[in-house]
C-alpha cells in the first residue's frame, strides 16, 4: 500500500526558510508538491521526474523553492526560502504520475494518483 508521509511544516516569518521532506513507502518515477491555501483549489508548485531529476515550477515560486529527491531513500524534499505570506497553505506531496507528458500536466492535481496528509505552513509579516 502506497504511503506518503510529509513532515517539516512550521511557522516561519517572511523571508525565513523551511525544509519540506516527503517519505515515500516506495520509489516513484515522477514526484511532486503541491498547496491548498483556505477557500482555494490546490495549485502545483514543483515536480521532479526522471532519472535526470528534471524539475519543473510555478512561476509563484521559482528562484525561491527548490524540490529534490533521494532515491536511495524514497524520500522528496521542498527548500523553500524567500518565504512570503501568500505561500501559506497546506503542503502536499503526491506521486506517481499519469498524464500525458506536458509541463502543465506536471503541475496539475488530477495527474497524480497517490497523496500524502499534508503539512501546514505558515508565514507571518
Known amino acids: 500500500q502506497t504511503q506518503l508521509v510529509e513532515s517539516g511544516g512550521g511557522s516561519v516569518q517572511a523571508g525565513g526558510s523551511l525544509r519540506l521532506t516527503c517519505t515515500a513507502s516506495?520509489?516513484?518515477?515522477?514526484m511532486a508538491w503541491y498547496r491548498q491555501a483556505p477557500g482555494k483549489e490546490r495549485e502545483g508548485v514543483a515536480t521532479i521526474r526522471g532519472e535526470s531529476r528534471s524539475t519543473y515550477y510555478a512561476d509563484s515560486v521559482k528562484g525561491r523553492f527548490t524540490i529534490s529527491k533521494d532515491n536511495a531513500q524514497n524520500t522528496l524534499y521542498l527548500q523553500m526560502s524567500g518565504l512570503k505570506p501568500e505561500d501559506t497553505a497546506m503542503y502536499y506531496c503526491a506521486a506517481n504520475f499519469k498524464c500525458g507528458l506536458s509541463i502543465t500536466n506536471l503541475l496539475k492535481p488530477t495527474c497524480f494518483n497517490y497523496w500524502g496528509q499534508g503539512t501546514q505552513v505558515t508565514v507571518s509579516s
Open positions: 516506495e520509489n516513484y518515477y515522477s
